[in-house]
């Protein structure tokens, strides 16, 4: 069981940006840069491309509103897009406000937030979703 697993089921607490039946989407609590959402569909299979057909489709519909509220909440010339898959073995897209090509680093050092500011993040998109 994967730790988005343990999130789809509220085994532990996430800052919850957008839910339907197969998707959900919720900050990244090591976030790139603020405003960093990922997005996840509810079943669990490891590699994106492994996901059925009509997944792929609804996968970046279910994200397309959310880009747009991040291109609106945050400073950044686009919402940028990665799918990493390494760290957790759960297919998993990467939106992340982006100025340049370096924002989408995923080596580089990662931010940490408080709990206040990260509810500031996700109410300041939720207004614009």
Known sequence: MSIFT????GEIPSYKIKENENFIAFLD???????????VPKIEIDKIF?????YLQEFFLFAKPIAAAIEKSFD???CG???IGIEVPHAHMHLVPINNANDLNFT????????????EIQQTILQNL
Do not use: Q, W, Y
């Open 6 to 9: 343990k999130i789809i089921a």
């Open 29 to 39: 609590v090591f976030p790139l840069v603020k405003g960093h959402v990922l997005v």
């Open 50 to 54: 492994d996901l059925p057909e009509n």
């Open 76 to 78: 950044c010339k686009r």
């Open 81 to 83: 897009i990665s799918v």
């Open 108 to 119: 580089k050092e990662k931010i940490k937030f408080t709990d206040l500011e990260m509810l």
